[in-house]
């Protein structure tokens, strides 16, 4: 994974590479449920280094641009659903793979990224000066630490997998295509570091093995 760290607000840290490469995929056997988990593509906030959360600003060019790039990489092969965060920036990068794939993509408020509250918009510059002690907190990974009065780890995590675990029981065998945040994708995978119009594959059956607090239940 990538070793340096976007925050799940969303920053500048919009640096792309190969996505997929084979050190960063966790495959399933054939016929079993699976998720293909995206970040969506690099938005205004992303290049400006805001932090995002619930904010709903749209793709950059660039963003538009690493979507066609990742939709023809995947090819969309395999994939029999396209579901997405109902935000803008995930809905133009699943509208992209979409057209390209020939899915039509859903819209799920429950994969929205992590709610940060007071701290939408800003730079981490700025959070730092309102709130330097609880972005630390949120920073070491603090379950309850509740960033800008939003939604805690612990409850994006419960929302999340939630939402997945009823996914994964409704289509049963099928590759799942979730554009989404790195908030959310953290929730489900633990300690992923994705860019933007990154991704990785994960089998379902590995959310039951990841306890509330990350680690193994």
Do not use: K
């Not at 029999?80 to 979409?98: F, K, M, Q, Y």
């Amino acid at each position: 994974m990538r070793a340096d760290r976007a925050p799940e607000g969303g920053d500048g840290l919009a640096q792309t590479r190969d996505a997929g490469r084979e050190a960063d995929i966790v495959y399933s056997p054939m016929g079993e449920t699976s998720f293909l988990l995206i970040r969506h593509a690099e938005s205004t906030w992303n290049a400006g280094g805001r932090w995002q959360g619930h904010g709903d600003p749209p793709l950059t060019a660039r963003g538009r641009a690493q979507a066609i790039a990742l939709a023809e990489r995947l090819g969309g092969e395999g994939i029999h659903l396209l579901i997405a965060s109902d935000l803008a920036r995930s809905v133009e990068t699943a509208a992209i793979l979409g057209a390209r794939w020939g899915l039509v993509p859903r819209h799920d408020a429950r994969l929205r990224e992590i709610d940060i509250g007071a701290w939408t918009g800003l730079t981490r510059e700025q959070i730092v000066a309102r709130e330097a002690d609880l972005l630390a907190r949120f920073e070491a990974e603090d379950l309850e630490a509740r960033p800008g009065g939003g939604e805690t780890r612990r409850e994006i995590r419960a929302r999340v997998r939630a939402a997945a675990a009823e996914l994964a029981a409704a289509h049963r065998g099928r590759c799942l295509a979730l554009v989404t945040h790195l908030g959310v994708i953290r929730a489900l995978a633990p300690g992923a570091e994705l860019a933007n119009a990154d991704w990785l594959r994960l089998p379902a059956r590995a959310l039951a093995a990841v306890g509330a607090d990350g680690g193994s239940a």
